[in-house]
């Protein structure tokens, strides 16, 4: 550590920084349909995430070597480069909360070390096989094979639920989506926490205050799991009421599906080493889970703008982190314009956000136009009815309401 700069410090310090802004971003991957059903009230439901979040952060570092290791070149970059790429990341974590979408930190941070790593060292600096495997693939797979899960397990669960007393079943889902959730933010710790940590190891290893190819110290795995989880347990309201009403109106046997699901191809990832979006997983499985109900309606409006924020995270994040490496590249001054121009933007953004507060009061309340089952939800429907029974309500009237972000 005789080798920690004032540079370094910076980095680590913005690191935690996106850390936050992750946990608080990403809280609806756990606990929007928890939340939704009325499972778990929302203060309470956060508060479990968070600590979950924090005890997933020590289980693996897998994920954290797939960034620290994998996905640039170290040796061509400098800590100057890794604080432009987390500003790019924070600055785009910050907008589509404000508009309450559930687009990925993952992907906002992999898309800004991209970026950054380009402008400093060229195109070749960058891993791309790494990239597409362990990156753009699960991209791609993870909402497809979560939301197919979702899919089919929610049908099966009614299927196996149709004779079953009704309210003694719902209050059976609802302490299996409990525990589903604590599954999900688990998960979410060993996942997302170590993206992190790899991003500070890396600056660690650029800084020379440790070795190359070094797993990440104990300290920065503590410090990355409580930023994380005290992002979490602030709670980002703002995407919870679109992850868990926006989307779709589930019920308690879909939120346990949706959960199961996701947790499920967020732990086999994180054991494999991918840097996977569970944004992208959890989204994925609510939609199918919204598809596993008889009547069920996914919101496909609001699927939409979520699915072109996808697309818009890499590209968006790297152009940011571009544009405040060449900034950076101007010396102490411009790292200083560059670290103001931060804290400014945020502080902005955060003064914008009071002007409608989404809080743990009101994050199920929203009304909307209505929404009917469309062409995608008819066809499945008709397809493959799914079974219904006395666990599951009446469907006289599809979901309504659809989430103001």
Known sequence: MENFSLILAIVVVTALAFDFTNGFHDTANAMATT???????????????????????????????????????????????????????????????????????????????????????????????????????????????????????????????RNANGEAAKKGYRTGQIASAGLVSLAHGTNDAQKTMGIITLALVTGGAIA???????????????????????????????????????????????????????????HLGFSLSTTHSVSGSVMGAGLGRKGGVVRWSTATRMFVAWGLTLPAAALAAAIA????????????????????????????????????????EGDGAEETPDVVTTAIAAVTPPPTGTVEEPDAEPATRTATV
């Open 212 to 270: 190359p190819d070094s797993d990440p110290p104990v300290w920065v795995i503590l410090s990355a799991g409580l930023a994380i989880a005290l992002g979490t347990y602030l709670g980002g309201w703002r995407i919870i009421r679109t992850m868990g009403k926006g989307l779709t109106d589930l019920q308690p046997q879909q939120g346990f599906a949706a959960q199961t699901s996701a947790a499920t191809v967020i732990l086999a990832s994180s």
């Open 35 to 161: 939340i939704s059903t009325g499972a778990m009230r929302p203060k309470a439901a956060v508060a479990m995430s968070a600590v979950l979040n924090l005890v997933g952060a020590f289980l693996s570092i897998e994920v954290a070597n797939t960034i620290s290791k994998g996905l640039v070149d170290e040796s061509g970059i400098q800590p100057e480069v890794i604080f432009a790429a987390l500003v790019g990341a924070i600055l785009w974590n910050l907008l589509t909360w404000l508009v309450g979408l559930p687009s990925s930190s993952s992907h906002a941070l992999m898309g800004g070390l991209i970026g950054a790593t380009i402008a400093s060292a060229g195109v070749g600096a960058v891993h791309g096989g790494v990239l597409v495997t362990k990156v753009l693939i699960p991209a791609i797979a993870a909402p497809l094979v979560a939301g197919l899960a979702a899919m089919l397990a929610s049908r099966l669960t009614y299927r196996l639920g």
């Open 325 to 364: 490496e060449y900034v950076t590249s101007f010396g102490t001054w411009g790292t200083a314009f560059v670290a103001v121009f931060l804290i400014a933007s945020s502080a902005a953004i955060w003064v914008v956000s009071r002007r409608e507060v989404v809080d743990h009061t009101n994050v199920n």
